[in-house]
């Protein structure tokens, strides 16, 4: 059965999302037992949960997305799937830093191939009036994903929490293996239900994909790309900073169990995150209808400057439910920027490269706010001061910088703007 069904294609990629961001987010929650059982610092942390991934997933991600915008996409996110699924049993199996380095690498390889062809088969799918609410409810799996693997980890670490391991697999390594193996079976039916848009078999063998071209677009609106890929990778910063290290802030200074932990990131995650980015879509299509001029970097800048003021309120809160309550209300804040990053490339992108884009801000939000905002969390936590101090600092840095660039983005270029 082929799908013809936009719902259903979306449904079927947003649960490939959901699986990529469970395999990608897992880590997080075990910082405590991986560090034990490896025997690693919180640098050495940081380099497994953002650089080691992001590594490959940045640099792959542009030649797999150039592959995108010249054949289908459908065999091309299969494949992806299928890479970070194995990759991630096999982190279960590591026995030491660099074997589980090289694993989570395979995890970004296999990831790189999901997000530019995604978009850019949604939007071929999908009309430029509900581009925000589909790429909206699509961003939705990367929080559903995130909470899935906080609620899942958490629980499975509080019911071996006696024994540590179940028939002799440790509950750090069982996670890895049960996170990775529902990827498999939804990529043989993505495999069997997915066909290449109608309109692209059209169009895309007419149009020019070379990478002068795509090159000479870039030149000829750098200025407004430059900033818009620089800032939302720094919104990025807040965000990945949250995910990665707020877990560990409330094993060691609020104390909590890991089953606590896992059910208030999760829930966080998955209320909170999917409420921002879908009410962010959501008034950037309807600012769009009455002809707002920068409805995408309105949510930006507001999601920029919101998010760490509210962090610094909730790990400065005597209160601990008053401080749950402000964190949550900072990852609703977080979330708001990640819609509008993907509905400007595409529709200010030609249809015929614009998968390129994408991979060119993942890239900058791997490389930036998911590799470079974590380590650097974890360099200060190491030599300068506690992740209470350093998380918020990083943060508001990443803010300010973000809000400043995409202010920049709406004085350059205004015609690339939709």
């Known amino acids: ?17 959901v699986l990529s961001f469970v395999d990608r987010q897992i880590l997080a929650l075990l910082v405590g037992p991986i560090k034990t059982a490896l025997l690693l610092s919180d640098f050495q942390f940081a ?31 299969v494949a992806g ?45 999908v009309t430029p009036y509900k581009l925000g609410q589909t790429l909206a409810l699509f961003s939705l ?56 848009s109608g309109r692209r078999h059209a169009s895309f063998q007419k149009e020019d994909t070379s990478s002068e071209t795509v090159w000479g677009f870039f030149r000829l609106h750098w200025k407004f790309f430059t ?21 560990a802030l409330f094993l060691r200074y609020r104390h909590f169990s890991h089953q606590s932990v896992g059910e208030i990131m999760g829930l966080t995650a998955i209320f909170c995150g999917c409420a921002g980015a879908y009410v962010s879509g959501r008034l950037i299509d309807f600012l769009g209808r009455r002809n707002h001029p920068f409805p995408a970097a309105t949510m930006g800048i507001t999601g920029a400057l919101s998010a760490p003021a509210l962090l610094w309120g909730s790990i400065a809160s005597p209160n601990i439910p008053f401080g749950i309550m402000l964190f949550a209300m900072s990852f609703f804040c977080a979330a708001l920027p990640m819609p509008p990053s993907a509905i400007v490339l595409q529709q200010s992108v030609p249809k015929t490269f614009r998968s390129q884009f994408s991979a060119v801000l993942l890239f900058c939000n791997a490389l930036i706010g998911l590799s470079g905002g974590s380590m650097l969390v ?41």
């Open 1 to 17: 059965m082929v799908l013809a069904s936009p719902r259903g294609i979306i449904a079927l990629f947003a649960s490939a999302y």
């Open 47 to 77: 380099l497994l949960n953002g650089l080691a991934f992001s590594l490959l997933y940045s640099i792959l991600g542009l030649p797999i997305a150039a592959l995108s915008d010249r054949i289908a996409r459908p065999p091309i996110i």
């Open 81 to 125: 799937i299928i890479i970070w699924s194995v990759a991630t049993i096999s982190c279960g199996f590591a026995q030491n830093f660099w074997q589980l380095f090289i694993c989570r690498m395979a995890v970004g390889v296999g990831e790189a191939a999901l997000v530019p062809a995604v978009y850019s088969f949604l939007a071929d799918i």
């Open 141 to 196: 799996g990367s929080f559903i994903g995130a909470g899935i693997a906080f609620l899942f980890g958490g629980m499975l670490i509080g019911l071996l929490h006696t024994t540590h391991e179940w028939h002799g697999i440790i509950a750090w390594k069982l996670c890895f293996v049960c996170v990775g193996l529902p990827g498999l079976p939804l990529a043989l039916l993505i495999a069997l239900t997915v066909r290449e």
């Open 227 to 247: 900033c818009h890929f620089l800032g939302y990778s720094s919104t990025a910063i807040i965000l990945f900073s949250l995910l990665s290290w707020m877990p």
């Open 378 to 418: 974890g360099y200060l936590d190491d030599h300068v001061a506690g992740v209470a101090i350093s998380l918020p600092l990083v943060t508001c840095g990443g803010g300010l910088l973000a809000a400043l660039l995409l202010y920049g983005s709406t004085r350059f270029d205004k015609k690339v703007l939709f």
